[in-house]
Structure formats: structure tokens, C-alpha cells
């Protein structure tokens, strides 16, 4: 069964940690994207790499930044972690186009204290 | 003004019903359009693809109206099963920019 997997289901951070949110896909796809989903304002898209060592900023990409070594794995960065970025975080990867949508990981939890 | 928007509801509706989404998108540009599917606490799941002569799976229906930027998702004979969020979703290719747009989701909730 193909996958999306990030690392962390929950994770719970203090103000100020730089914090690591890994995600791997076996699926060989080009595209990969990071997502937030926060109630009442939907998933709003982070950053996103078509290809390895390419990055592309999406429409918050404040406070973060990603990391593409390997085209299996997308990692993002928050540099100095706020509260205001305690959410759930959603990493993603698609095929060349759109045709086919996105498939998804479990998603992490992040709490900043 | 939301590139897509639907309806939050919750639309709560006695099992067996039919129940109708829509949803409408700003951008006509527009090329790739879909339904997900998110349980509660779980990621979004593709539930189907929405393509201009419209689509069927099963008890969805899906509908695209370009003219007028319109998606629609019928659900008939409603399960317990079926209370999710469901989302719409766009796709386009601009300049430097490929990736899904969502809706903020459309709540149902199926009662016995």
C-alpha cells in the first residue's frame, strides 16, 4: 500500500525551539506539499518542492522553512516556534500533474507552549 | 473573497436520505477538480474526482459546471458511515504554481 508518512503524530514544543517536521513518500512522486489545517480556515498550503532542492513558497510560509535532499523526503522547519503555530500540520505528494490529486499523511499535531 | 467556498453546515440528516453539496471556485482557470473526504482528527482522503460530463461512484455523484464554477456532490441512501467533513477541491497550473486549493469543508452528520 502506497504511503505518505510523518514522523510525529503529536508533538508538544516550547516557544522558541526550532522544531522538525519530517515526512517521507514511497510513492516516487515529483510533487510534495506542506499544509496547515487550523477550524474554521481550511488547509492553507505552506511550501512546496516539484522536484529535489526546489522549493516553492505557498500562501503562509512565514516562520517556516522546508528542506527537500531527496525526493522521498520533505521536511519543514519552524525556525523559532510560536504558539500561533500550534496546529495541524499535513504533508502531501502528487504525481506530475493534478490529475490525480494528493495523497496524504496521518498528519502531526503540534502544541507550542 | 475565498477561492473555494462551501457551506460549513452541519447538515444533519436521518439515515437513507439524499443529501446535496455544493460548492464554487473563483478561479476560471481552473483544470482538476475533486471531493475529499476527512474523519474526524484523520487526514483528507480523495473521495472522487469531479470531471465536466459529471461522475458517479456508488451512491456519489459528482457534478462540474464550468459556466457558472460549480461543484456539486450528491449523496443517496445516507449511511451512519457517511458523517465526515467533506472537501472541495481545485486545482490549476499558474505560472510557478501547481497545487490544490480547499474549502474550508462542509460538515455532515448522519443520525440514526
Known amino acids: 500500500d502506497v504511503k505518505v508518512t510523518q514522523s510525529s503524530r503529536y508533538l508538544v514544543k516550547r516557544t522558541g525551539e526550532k522544531v522538525f517536521l519530517e515526512c517521507v513518500q514511497d510513492?516516487?512522486?515529483?510533487?510534495m506539499f506542506w499544509y496547515r489545517q487550523d477550524p474554521g480556515l481550511g488547509l492553507r498550503l505552506i511550501y512546496f518542492?516539484?522536484?529535489?532542492?526546489?522549493?516553492e513558497k505557498g500562501d503562509i510560509p512565514e516562520g517556516y522553512s522546508v528542506s527537500r535532499e531527496k525526493k522521498e523526503r520533505f521536511s519543514l522547519i519552524l525556525e523559532s516556534a510560536s504558539t500561533n503555530q500550534t496546529s495541524m500540520y499535513l504533508c502531501?505528494?502528487?504525481?506530475?500533474?493534478?490529475?490525480?490529486?494528493?495523497?496524504f499523511g496521518s498528519g502531526t499535531r503540534l502544541t507550542v507552549v | 473573497r475565498k477561492e473555494v467556498e462551501q457551506d460549513p453546515g452541519p447538515f444533519n440528516v436521518p439515515e437513507g436520505a439524499t443529501v446535496a453539496f455544493n460548492c464554487t471556485y473563483s478561479n476560471s482557470a481552473s483544470q482538476s477538480f475533486f471531493w475529499y473526504r476527512q474523519d474526524c482528527r484523520k487526514e483528507p482522503k480523495l473521495l472522487m474526482s469531479?470531471?465536466?460530463s459529471g461522475n458517479e461512484d456508488g451512491r456519489f455523484t459528482a457534478q462540474l459546471n464550468r459556466a457558472s464554477q460549480y461543484i456539486s456532490l450528491l449523496i443517496r441512501d445516507s449511511k451512519l458511515s457517511d458523517s465526515a467533513t467533506y472537501l472541495c477541491?481545485?486545482?490549476?497550473?499558474?505560472?510557478?504554481?501547481?497545487?490544490?486549493?480547499f474549502g474550508s469543508g462542509t460538515r455532515l452528520q448522519v443520525q440514526p
Open positions: 477541491v481545485v486545482g490549476h497550473i499558474n505560472t510557478g504554481r501547481r497545487a490544490l486549493t
Open positions: 518542492s516539484y522536484d529535489v532542492k526546489m522549493k
Open positions: 502531501a505528494s502528487s504525481p506530475g500533474d493534478l490529475t490525480y490529486g494528493y495523497t
Open positions: 469531479v470531471y465536466s
Open positions: 510513492m516516487d512522486h515529483e510533487n
